[in-house]
């Protein structure tokens, strides 16, 4: 499966989470860092849920530019 992740970058660092998956995040030092961690974190976090008994979420958010004149 793929999961849409955004990656947001702060001023030291760079976030990402994973819409479809509420709580699975990740903050590395760099772009590729945190790309890596969040890989390992969805795998956790789907592992947990089977763990648990619960359903897996199927990817479905989707994300699009949109061009605006300012």
């Given at each position: 499966?793929?999961?849409?992740?955004?990656?947001e970058?702060?001023?030291?660092?760079?976030?990402?989470?994973?819409?479809?998956?509420?709580?699975?995040?990740?903050?590395?030092d760099?772009?590729?860092e945190?790309?890596?961690?969040?890989?390992?974190?969805?795998?956790?976090?789907?592992?947990?849920?089977?763990?648990?008994?619960?359903?897996?979420?199927?990817?479905?958010?989707?994300?699009?530019?949109?061009?605006?004149?300012?």
């Amino acid at each position: 499966m793929q999961y849409m992740v955004i990656i947001e970058e702060g001023e030291s660092s760079y976030g990402a989470y994973v819409p479809d998956l509420p709580g699975c995040v990740a903050v590395g030092d760099t772009r590729k860092e945190d790309l890596t961690l969040i890989q390992e974190a969805i795998v956790l976090h789907l592992e947990m849920l089977q763990e648990d008994g619960l359903p897996v979420p199927h990817p479905h958010s989707v994300s699009e530019y949109v061009a605006v004149f300012a």
